[in-house]
């Protein structure tokens, strides 16, 4: 589930937590979101949850942030001209 992209009910934000705190320090975890650290309380609902959750995940943290093109939409970009053309 993209977790990022949808308002989690609170058992869904609270499963989430429950997930990542059994794993932390435990093993990897890769996260991907195009949201911003400071707009999850929006996506998890509580400002208490969404600290503690981004507390464990940004503990022992690589952050990539990639700022390009979405490939998906070059892709869609493509086909659609594609059938235009033809």
């Known amino acids: 589930m993209n977790w990022a ?3 989690c009910q609170k058992t869904g934000a609270e499963l989430l937590f429950e997930t990542i705190s059994q794993r932390y320090e435990r093993g990897s975890i890769i996260i991907t979101s195009n949201l911003p650290f400071d707009e999850w309380t929006e996506t998890f609902g509580t400002e208490r949850l969404t600290g503690a959750l981004l507390d464990r995940i940004t503990h022992h ?3 990539l942030e990639m700022n390009g093109e979405s490939y998906r939409l070059k892709q869609s970009r493509q086909r659609r001209k594609k059938s235009a053309d033809k």
């Open 5 to 7: 992209s949808c308002r």
């Open 61 to 63: 943290v690589h952050i």
